[in-house]
């Protein structure tokens, strides 16, 4: 589809007056440069068309949502006051009243439980009248900010898609100008001064998220400590990592926020690009020796990184240690962490700094418990001791924007969305100088895509990362829209995904010859088409009635004359109110039978000329529209390397060799127990007698020994998820077979030649 079709009909019908001009723009090009050469007063005039097209979608962009939301935000605070000064009156009446008549004081209880009320119960009926009527026109102002914040959201949605439409229509109409010096000139000197494509959607949302977490709750959002969830030892936990394309990114991060607000530790701060930042400075040798023991999932095998949150310039460093323990141990890997000033991290690493004396002060003040600080002090010796005796020094940095998205106070569902993944080199092992003598690089900062670092010595991640963490009860499934999100088009799975091993791999080629099983994927475009198994963004009814769109979908070889966009509403909008399921659909979209009739006749005939079209396309229509999880079977190492897949050795397969090591044992009883029978019972004089109890002898030891050695080989190959040899024993039955025979024929051959 060519793009000035794709512009016309993917483009929002109510902002079609702010788009992109394309096909203006393009004929109008087409006109000045047929036929004749490109002057400049050609130049001059198709400039200011372009400058002012810019200015239209950069006023546009900057103003439309951020007027609408400050204006939700005060409409919503200003309910919330209302709210607060209504609770407050009636409970002074409450109190009142309940003063005088504890009867009462317990109906009223009872009442205001279910949130109503009673006139009988009130000195005055008409101050009860009031109260009813001010609780109804409350709640009905609710209901009409809550689906005000659905449109919003809605409208996010939609402005991402219009940026990208816009974007790329202006380097198309660029990229027709070949030979025209307007090209470099209007790129460098307009369109970076006036960056839309560069919009910071996060503050965006989190400002939805505040808006959306106070209307559902009433203006009662939920408080408490992010970390809390109960008795911790009732809970599986489960965590699990994706990749999310760019183009899925918005509508990601706005499914999520329609069920968990984005988490923020100050409320009250406005929010900066630099407050999501993450950067983590990750330590190994030369060897490589923690990225083979991660790669491999190494029993014990430990991830030693500082980290630190915001800007460079926070004196606060976090060093932790993440320990890798295997299902057989029956511990789970671990996290750990202690903090460092920033002037302290040197003379850590160098072994002259130790945290006992600090550490201690914080029991002193109160901060922190004996046995806390105690385990504090422990890991920080453990961590120094590891860095000293392994000789780590700085490999790797990874800085990334992480959004989380989680109810505070609540651990079931944590979810944490990472963007502009770059991994930086930090070590001198080339003969370069990066990091120095200094634990991490002074020369760059958060400036993402960090232009001063060399091609060479960063990688910049092309997908975000989402991590989804659940805390459930044994037995218990998780949320239903957890998993219509994971199973969705808009993530691919990549479990035990790893920065600090794609870090390793992608930048240290020539000192890594096993890469993760990932690695290859990298070529492989992860963008699936949306096959509707989950509505990422559903505008309330009385939204989409305002305007159509005249959004179609593109994908494929389908006709865009029977792909008619509309826009659904909004799930859970009126969650406290009585809706009729979605097979009725009168009644869902509150249209007359008529046109429900005629809408349903369409949609049947649009559904059946799409299949009609897919069976003549065959297998390619089948193959875009059909199952979206690829199985990619012909995977190819690069030169010289080896693919680490990860395997998951179960319990079982370690009871099962012991199984078949008892079994050996069992025999070589039984075996010890003919030689046993045979020393006690035959005479001392018997020399023919005690040559076949040492054969036997011989025999059951050699069933020992072998068996115990089979045993510990296949355990420590176990360990290390090695397969091959465990399974097929070729020599030892045979051996033990043979033994068996020569020590049977031996002691039948010695008694026939004594007759």
């Not at 109810?407 to 930086?424: F, K």
């Not at 991490?440 to 400036?447: A, C, L, N, P």
């Not at 070589?668 to 005479?683: M, Q, R």
Request: overall charge negative; aromatic content about 10%; some cysteine.
């Amino acid at each position: 589809m060519k793009f000035g079709t794709k512009i016309s009909t993917d483009l929002y019908n109510e902002w079609r007056p702010f788009y992109l001009d394309y096909n203006q723009l393009k004929r109008e090009l087409k006109t000045r440069t047929t036929g004749r050469t490109w002057t400049e007063k050609d130049e001059t005039e198709f400039k200011k068309m372009l400058e002012d097209e810019l200015d239209k979608i950069h006023d546009f962009q900057t103003t439309e949502l951020a007027i609408r939301i400050r204006d939700a935000e005060k409409h919503v605070r200003r309910l919330v006051v209302e709210t607060d000064a209504s609770d407050h009156q009636d409970s002074r009446r409450v109190s009142r009243q309940s003063s005088n008549d504890p009867e009462i004081q317990q109906r009223r209880h009872d009442e205001y439980a279910h949130d109503e009320g009673s006139d009988d119960d009130l000195d005055d009926d008409e101050d009860g009248n009031l109260t009813d009527e001010s609780y109804g026109a409350l709640e009905e102002r609710f209901h009409g900010l809550e689906e005000e914040v659905a449109i919003l959201v809605a409208d996010v949605h939609d402005l991402a898609l219009y940026t990208k439409l816009n974007i790329t229509g202006f380097m198309k109409i660029l990229k027709k100008q070949t030979g025209i010096p307007l090209k470099t000139s209007f790129i460098q000197f307009y369109l970076e001064k006036r960056p839309f494509y560069k919009y910071n959607w996060d503050a965006l949302i989190v400002k939805l998220s505040k808006l959306y977490d106070l209307v559902r709750t009433r203006g009662h959002p939920v408080q408490g400590d992010s970390s809390a969830g109960g008795n911790q030892s009732a809970f599986v936990r489960q965590t699990t990592k994706y990749w999310v394309h760019q183009d899925n990114l918005v509508p990601l991060k706005l499914a999520i926020l329609r069920n968990l607000p984005v988490l923020v530790f100050n409320p009250d701060k406005e929010y900066e690009p630099k407050d999501s930042a993450i950067t983590s400075i990750y330590f190994d040798n030369e060897d490589l020796e923690l990225y083979l023991g991660r790669l491999e999932k190494t029993e014990g095998a430990e991830a030693i990184r500082l980290r630190w949150y915001g800007d460079v310039d926070n004196k606060t460093i976090f060093v932790e240690r993440k320990t890798h323990r295997e299902d057989w141990t029956g511990e789970k890997s671990v996290k750990a962490r202690f903090p460092l000033k920033e002037h302290q991290v040197n003379p850590f690493l160098r072994g002259e700094y130790t945290v006992d004396a600090d550490f201690q002060q914080l029991v002193k003040k109160g901060k922190k418990t004996q046995a806390e600080v105690d385990s504090m002090i422990q890991l920080a010796n453990e961590v120094q001791y590891t860095i000293l005796t392994k000789r780590l020094q700085p490999v790797m940095r990874s800085f990334y924007d992480r959004t989380a998205f989680q109810l505070p106070g609540d651990a079931r569902v944590r979810i944490s969305l990472d963007t502009e993944l770059t991994l930086i080199r930090e070590d001198n092992w080339d003969g370069k100088v990066r990091a120095g003598d200094n634990w991490r690089r002074e020369d760059i900062g958060i400036d993402f895509p960090f232009e001063q670092v060399a091609p060479e010595d960063k990688e910049i991640f092309k997908y975000g990362i989402l991590e989804v963490k659940l805390q459930t009860q044994f037995g218990q499934q998780p949320p239903e829209w957890v998993t219509d999100l994971v199973q969705s088009h808009l993530v691919e799975a990549v479990p035990k995904f790893s920065k600090f091993i794609h870090g390793c791999a992608t930048l240290l080629p020539n000192r890594v010859d096993l890469v993760p099983f990932w690695l290859p994927q990298m070529d492989i475009d992860i963008l699936k088409p949306d096959t509707g198994y989950l509505s990422v963004i559903e505008r309330p009814a009385a939204a989409s009635s305002k305007g159509s769109s005249s959004r179609q979908p593109s994908t494929g070889s389908h006709s865009p004359e029977f792909e008619g966009y509309t826009e659904p509403l909004s799930e859970g909008e009126e969650e406290e109110m009585d809706i009729a399921p979605a097979k009725n659909e009168g009644q869902r979209t509150g249209l007359s039978g008529a046109a429900v009739e005629e809408a349903i006749a369409f949609r049947e005939q649009m559904l059946k000329r799409r299949e009609e079209q897919e069976m003549a396309d065959g297998l390619n229509t089948k193959g875009e529209t059909g199952d979206d999880r690829i199985m990619v079977r012909d995977w190819t190492a690069p030169t010289g390397k080896r693919i680490s897949v990860p395997v998951r050795v179960e319990p079982k397969v370690y009871f099962a060799a012991e199984r078949t090591f008892l079994k050996w044992l069992n025999t070589a009883v039984f075996i010890g127990t003919i030689a046993t029978t045979l020393l006690n019972f035959v005479p001392a004089d018997d020399q023919r007698g005690l040559i076949s109890t040492a054969f036997f002898t011989f025999a059951a030891l050699l069933a020992i020994a072998y068996s115990a050695g089979i045993f510990v080989y296949r355990s420590y190959r176990l360990r290390d998820r090695r397969a091959s040899g465990l399974y097929y024993d070729k020599y030892g039955p045979t051996v033990l077979c043979f033994v068996l025979f020569l020590a049977l024929a031996t002691n039948v051959g010695l008694r026939v030649s004594e007759m």
